[in-house]
C-alpha cells in the first residue's frame, strides 16, 4: 500500500495534495533496551518513505475514540475537517486499495488510476 500511494503521488505530482501521518504503535516495546532498538528501526524507516512517524508508546490509538487494532497496520483517510472517509486494517488487498484511491480522488477531486505505469 505504501509503495502505490507514493507511486501513484509522485506520478500524478499529488505529493503535497495530502498529508501522511504515519503511526508506530510501540506499546510492546515500551522497555530497555528494546525502546531503543524500536525507536532505531522508525528513524530508518522515516529515512526511506521521507516523511516523519510518530510513536505510540502507550498504545493509545488502541483506545477509543479510534479503537485501532494494535497487531496490524491501519489506514485511515480523514477530510479536511477531520471526519472519517475511509477506514482499513490488516493487509490490504487489491481491491480495498482501489476503493481507498477511489475516496481518496474524491477528496481530492481528481480521478486516481487503478493502475498506473510501471
Known sequence: ????????????????????VAV?????YDFFPARGIALSHVR????????????DLK???GAAPWNLPTKT????????????????????????QGTFFQALGTLLGREIPQEMNP
Open 24 to 28: 508506530a504503535n510501540l506499546e510492546s
Open 59 to 61: 498504545g493509545t490509538l
Open 1 to 20: 500500500m505504501k509503495d502505490a500511494l507514493f507511486s501513484r503521488g509522485k506520478e500524478l505530482g499529488l505529493l503535497e495534495a495530502a498529508f501522511v
Open 44 to 55: 530508518d524507516e522515516e529515512k526511506k518513505w521521507g516523511i516523519p512517524i510518530l510513536v
Open 73 to 96: 497496520s491501519s489506514v485511515l483517510l480523514l477530510d479536511g475537517n477531520g471526519t472519517l472517509v475511509y477506514r482499513y486494517s490488516g493487509r490490504m488487498k487489491e481491491e480495498d
